[in-house]
């Protein structure tokens, strides 16, 4: 379900430099108990944000209070492993506005897109440049405006141009929906079925 | 044109292409389980639409399911309110439900297969990652998210951009003591676990096609840990014979007509795939994973690789899972042994765990947890006489479900101990928190599971 348009940002930015995040770390199997969307930022990243006595774990980067911002910097091929939708609720839920990475997993990407939560993918070097500057000044601020497709890096003059499927872009920026597209292919998708019988 | 078999399915069911934009896909069979359900349920609720085609949906409860005393009311408040839930939307839209009792429950995966409801040249889609599995009976299956569960609940359709292809075949014979499992293990071992990302797989070679339709399944089901899409094999005679007869395959001459079409379900000789790996089935050992993703993985006989100064993620898996670079596999001592899951919980699995240990006891030190996939495949155990062979060697032998893979229940692996599992994920935590999982096949497991440690089932077979 679209979460109405996606708008651009200028924001700080959370790191996590660790590759193949699967989205059981995202969210651990045992939150996925509830029955509405809402609620999983809680639980978002909860094994490496929380001791098992729910006491936070000092180091990770959700509990460093010098770290900010709506959008989540991560490590290559992000959101691997179980299909859940919770995750990018989660993310989503927790405010992030984007995950950037170098690469994604498919499924999530798909579930990030339908759920308003921009994948922006850059080079390994962009990202490794992007890590570093954050690792400089935790309060460096970058820019994404997704009718350009670019992603600002701050104070030194570089933009970096990102990829996205054109029809995508388009659902973000406007918020549609892509079960209401389907609905109104109902009939269309009724004479399909007619002509495979 | 030449086409692959994932072309020659795909096309037959784009319904509409978007322009710039991803196809319009029909689906044939949609698996709904209560875990990611129920939001896409109150979506058409919102919306005051009804489920567009209910007879193609079918749905159980698995993933969050009890054990232990299925037939008493589930204990955990969460667990029960989510199964009651997905009771309450099958009976309200109209879909078929095996839920707990029903002599069809069952892990998502393998009953879908066991009825017959998986056939080949379908679009099977699921809201679970390890739908690829049905791709080994020649079918275009894959996991989707709950908003796409709904678009399909809502139209019977989605939207998908078509992924790119590629093929992997792995030539030879497979030697003793290595089954399908390894083989997946290998395969991943090789490509890595994000080396599939944006593609759907196709199997072949001597070494696949020579698997059983289970050990056909147990490779595509893996699919996904590189990241693919799917993965999927060319349906045979191996694949007619094991649909022959199941409840909705189509019978008698219908069935006949069936296999007809269905022998045109191959790849052209000429067809062009993005990605090909060539492997050779004799480079192939009994494999187990020492790290946090399945990608992780080395033959039984290796050590746990050294990691590169900047390697931080392989660092922070090592120092999880407690194990030193360089260190051996073989001797380690193990706490669990896990046999079941929607790769390796199928009777095939169960008989192969059970000529194992038939007349020996597990070590004291394990604690063995079996759990069949379905409550089909747990009948066939007790009619073999499997189940007795399990029990008196010390195995405890649960209810259908997803159980100890996912640890979404009270099957969870405690904190530190080491689990050599024939489910399909070591990432942390996966088996409950802090647990240690190390993947491997049904043959290995039992082994692990007489010696208490790590053992080359080559060894003792
Ligand atoms: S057995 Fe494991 S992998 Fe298979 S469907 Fe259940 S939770 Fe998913």
Redesign the pocket.
Known sequence: MARGKFKNLVSTAIPLPMENVDTDQIIP?RFLKATSREGFGENLFRDWRYEANGQPVNDFVLNDPSFSGEILVAGKNFGSG?SREHAAWAIYDYGFKVVISSFFADIFKNNSLNNGLLPLQVSDEDLVEIFALIDTDHQVEFEVTLASQSLILPGMGKTISFDINPYKKECLLNGYDEIDYLLNLKSEIAAFEQSRV | MTKTLFDKIWDDHVVKQIENGPSVVYIDRHLI?EVTSPQAFAGLEKRGIPVFRPENTIATA??NVPTIDQHLPIKDKLSKFQVDKLTENCEKFGVTLYGLNHPYQG????IGPQLGITQPGMTIVCG???TS?HGAFGAIAFGIGTSEVEMVLATQCIMQSKPKKMKITVGGKLGKGVTAKDVVLYIISQVSTSGGTGYFIEYAGKAITGLTMEGRMTVC?MSIEMGARGGLIAPDQTTFDYLKGREFTPQGASFDKAVENWSNLYSDSEAVFEKEFHFDATDIEPMITYGTNPGMGTKITGKVPSYGEMNKSVEKSLKYMGLEPGEDLIGKEIDYVFV????N?RIEDLREVAKFVEGKQKAENITAWIVP?SKQVEKQAQEEGISKILEKAGFQLRQP???A??A?NDDKIPQGKYAVST???NFEGRQGPGARTMLASPLTAAAVAIAGKIVDPREVI
Do not use: E, F, Q, Y
């Not at chain 2, 892990?107 to 393998?110: A, D, K, L, N, S």
């Not at chain 2, 079941?340 to 790769?343: K, L, Q």
């Open positions: 199997a179980s | 389980h698995d993933h892990i998502v995966h393998v679970d990652s390890h599995t089901n079941g899951s929607c790769t919980g996939g479900g997803c159980s893979c996912l979404m489910s399909n994920r």
